[in-house]
């Protein structure tokens, strides 16, 4: 049986891998008259929360915007306007801002597909409840309750030239050609702390899609049992369409950890990060840093504009993996 | 509660016309001036005298600063004064000194913390300054017991606004037994001798120079010894960053090409290795020179460093043509902040500091020299390398960029150098960022 014959049999046979939520009326819906009607006084309870969510979220970013205009220093009281000359300067003459973009693109690349995947395969293999499998959880799970900072440390000293637990390990075993200076090779050193990142946080993850496969009703797996389907067919037509939200999850929630990997860059590379090492939020911080407000403002719009960009594609290539 | 006690209707539609002018309010707000709230920048104004006034010392201070290997020595200066001020006491609240680099204006700034504080000589404290954060202390008394020569960099728009505690060698230190010996007792005079020096290290087994290049802040000391000499004038970075000079001058290509030379007599894979790597192999004596600065002996002796150490820095002239021995740097600034609500016992703690019995406990016990004249280095380092507080040095030349991102590329032209690239693409590439962000 071929797999497109397989494949239409699944679907005609198998109950549908797909999610038909029960019918609930839609958010903003107005309820048809007579129905149950929200207590006026209950529009107040929200209040707290909406004015927490004005001072400290719509505000801050309502200022960017303000600043991102002007050439403000962050010092003086007196600024100018400079209209969109912020951004255009950012978009034809800072290299360092070129820089710290594609710097953060390949970090999120490398990120995104190593640590979905490898979360992904320890989930599959880890899923069932057991004690070996709740040990190994337990295990890959903790470098995620350690601090970056703390795991910036411990991988500092494993990338060291010199003394890291890499080099003396390809030392030992005759391989001193594969040896490298890590994190001081100008041109792989972002790809380095990406796999220190994959690697404190896969366990994390493997959590999400653990608790993702959980869910599956055994009966798809049994039913395509009885069509014939063997383990990928069961993986390709059963598990990944019903664990698409938790990858729409897990990759949503990559993305936005990759670009704000903040605290692990400054613990690997200092701060300031070498250039090989800036990615879009310490570039910001440098410009910060250096008293250029309106401009850092102007970067922080860039950058949220590039987070909502990646995140929609993202999950419009989600969607459309699973449509096929 | 539609008809409440007080009979104003509340139905969704207040609710959300409250809610719409809550949020339209606080937009407006935001929409105020840059600058507008407190902070701005203002002048200095003129800090209590604590002779003259004889006002009363009380309050808990804030001592804001970024040495952590110095907290315990500040714990017992600030308990001294505790005693001498009983209704005063000195609470510190350290960052580490990246971050105080980053973020210790705009903390300081809002007066919960800092009532003393320190600033870095150069970008950090030209903007504190700006930014109206220090007490002028012009009028001090005690001003005349620091060393004029120090003091300088504390100085802004003529006035006294901060004095600069610390003063640190920002060059090689090394194993001086074994570069005596290497060196057959005399220190090398020009870049031959110097590299030649190297050499004789090198064919010893040992490392000539541990340079810490994977940690920029760490990597850029050795820049200053490197261009000392070689810049035609004194102030080099300040005219590379107003482009009067380029990074592909002669003088600036020729200071790259050198460090080119110098890629055999550092540890393998140089680039890549941070500072405490880098120590460890001087403190093991693996390594004759580490290239930070005077301020990681502490550090070495606590690794276990038992050989004498001395500082050498690179010339890289001919003998003749040497304008300086070495650098150093006066920082560590110390201010009183002017939003501080405890200005007199703030000012009164900045004056205990600056007693030569303070001063000399704070030196000795953290093997730093001290920009305060009449005090006696029992450190036995301390006094090994205080002939070179007589020498003619050049303050550190690169805290005079102002703009972190050019310093940033100037120095980062000579690690790529170390790394490969050609000093030729080095400069261009160094170059094109500081013309970018000049022209912005």
Known sequence: MTTHMLSKRISADTPRATHSPARHPRPGVRPRRGATRTHPALWLFPLPAVALYIVFFALPTAQAFQYAVTDWDGLSAAFNSVGLGNFGTMATNDDLFHNATTNSLKFLLVVVVLQTGLSLLLALLLQRNSRATSALRALYFLPAILSSVSVAFVW?????????????????????????????????????????????HTGQLMV????????????????????????????????????????????????????????????????????????????IYATFTNSQFGYAAAESIVFMLIIALVSVLQRRAVKLTQRV | MSNDAVGTPLNRRRVVQLLGSTGAGLFAAACAGPGAGSGGGGASSAAPSPAASGAKVDGGISFAHWRAEDKEVFKKIADSFGKAHPSADVRQDISPSNDYQSSALQRIRGGSVGDVFTAFRGAQFVDMAKAGLFTDLSDQGWRSRFDPKYIADGRS???QLGFPYQVVFNMPIVNKE????????????????????????????????????????????????????????????????AGTYRCTDDWFLKTLKQYAQLRP????????????????????????????????????????????????????????????????????????????????????????????????????????????????YTDPDLRAIAPWLEKKTLPAPRFQFNDLDIRAAVEGACTAVVGGTSPEQAAEKAQHVVDQKRSK
């Open chain 1, 156 to 200: 500092k000293f494993m990338y060291d030239p010199n003394f890291g637990l890499i080099n003396q390990a390809l030392d030992t075993v005759g391989l001193h050609g594969l040896q490298s200076a890590f994190l001081g090779n100008e041109s792989a050193a972002i790809y380095w702390v990406a796999l220190t990142q994959v690697w404190a």
């Open chain 1, 208 to 283: 999400i899609y653990i608790a993702g496969l959980q869910q599956i009703p055994r009966e798809l797996y049994e039913s395509a049992d009885l069509d014939g389907a063997g383990r990928w067919q069961r993986f390709r037509f059963v598990t990944w369409p019903m664990i698409a939200p938790t990858t729409a999850i897990v990759i949503a929630y990559t993305t936005i950890q990759s670009f704000k990997a903040f605290d692990l860059i400054l613990g690997l590379g200092g701060n300031p990060p070498k250039g090989s090492l800036d990615i879009l939020s310490t570039r």
């Open chain 2, 157 to 159: 728009g003529g006035k």
């Open chain 2, 178 to 241: 074994v570069v005596d010996k290497a060196s057959h007792g005399k220190a090398p005079e020009d870049w031959d001798s110097f590299l030649s020096l190297c050499d004789r290290l090198k064919s010893q087994g040992l490392v000539p120079i541990a340079w810490p290049g994977g940690e920029p802040g760490n990597a850029g000391q050795l820049f200053n010894s490197m261009v000392m000499n070689n810049a035609p004038s004194d102030d080099m970075c300040t005219k590379i960053e």
């Open chain 2, 265 to 376: 007599y550092f540890q393998r894979k140089a680039t890549g290795t941070a500072v405490e790597p880098c120590q460890q192999i001087f403190a093991s004596g693996k390594a004759a020179m580490l290239a930070t600065g005077s301020y990681d002996i502490a550090a070495v002796r606590k690794l276990g460093a038992r050989f004498d150490i001395d500082l050498l820095s690179p010339i890289t002239t001919a003998a003749d043509k040497a304008r300086y021995a070495g650098t150093y740097n006066a920082t560590f600034i110390l201010g009183v902040n002017s939003r501080s609500e405890h200005q007199q016992a703030a000012v009164t703690f900045v004056e205990f500091l600056s007693t030569p019995r303070v001063a000399g406990r704070y030196a000795n016990g953290t093997k730093q020299h001290v920009s305060v004249k009449g005090v006696e």
